[in-house]
């Protein structure tokens, strides 16, 4: 058979070989595997190799009435399922040979096999549907996904950015965030000027250098012109620990080591010391409760209920929510995990 090509007709699609011949062998040897699933292979009726029974797979019920039901195998089926393989892979490759301009004196698969186009057609037509059959795009979807279930997000969505952007630390709403210091403080900016003061104190004192921070924050935010009138006696309190000028002068008297003639409580250093000094001298009355001292220092010796801090109905004077407040501060300031209050 020769194939003809031209702008009229295009590419002659290859021709599938005649096994109409094969129709005419001895249907009546052909025995299947038996029912006991031994694994045998089929027994097409054939003594030499001259090819495979289509026209026995294909039988019609009333040809094989008096046979057993077949039982198909996994084998066979893949032994099938090969077999029209390689001849789909042996027409596809007879077909790019003619599209690439073979001669005319080359057979097509048809042409060596002698069967008809036609018939060559209707034998690999369903297995041609099935090859062909589009994917459905769910499916190559879920294909495609990990073995780990998980799904990678993809170039330049907003998936991809979030994976890519570092984790920050955000303030909560209004608040200071805080730069951890040469001491391993966590400070908020105000303060870092004053950390090694703070250092020196907490030393002499023994004091926990994070409480007198905290102290600081709640007592001035910082601000060493800061200045209050105190509740208790209507005296002024001034810097960055809000020490009054009796009690300033009382602890310079006792500690002239720490605070020298020449210290006041407008100097950061010296404001600071002093506080650290007073905050000690409670905690020792109150057997070395911080937080009896920090309700001591805010409200007066005289206003401490150990049993409720929170109490100031001695004298109403200070912040019943002090200790907490200080307390908690010191843990953020030492932590580093949050932020203080503005």
Known sequence: MNISSGSAFGPIQPQLPDFSALDEKNLTSFTPSDSGGSGQAINFGHDVMSGTDFSSLTATPDSVSNREPMQVQ???????????????????????????????????????L?????????????????????????DAASAQQPLTGSTLPQPGTASDAALNTPARQTPTSGGVPLIKGESG??????????????????????????????????????KTEATTVNGGNGLSDSGLMQVN??????????????????ASPSSPEDSIMA???YLKEQREAFGGDPGAGLRAYNSGPGNVNVNDLTDISKTGTGDPTYVGKVLNFADIISSGKGTLSA
Do not use: C
């Open 114 to 138: 002698g069967t008809s186009a036609e018939e060559g057609a209707s034998l690999t037509a369903p297995f041609n549907a099935a090859m062909q059959q589009p994917v459905n795009p769910t």
């Open 74 to 112: 996994g084998p066979q089926i893949e032994a099938l399922l090969q077999l029209l393989l390689m001849l789909q892979q042996f027409f596809a490759g007879q077909q790019q040979n003619n599209s690439a301009g073979a001669g005319a004196g080359s057979g097509s698969g048809a042409d060596m």
């Open 185 to 222: 403080l966590h400070l908020p900016a105000p303060l870092l000027d004053h950390e090694q003061a703070i250092m020196r104190a907490a030393k002499e004192t023994n004091q926990a250098p994070e409480v007198l921070a905290a102290q600081i924050w709640q007592e001035s935010r910082g």
């Open 275 to 277: 506080g650290a000094l």
């Open 245 to 262: 000028s009796n009690t300033f002068v009382d602890l310079q008297s006792r500690y002239p080591h720490l605070l020298g003639p020449d």
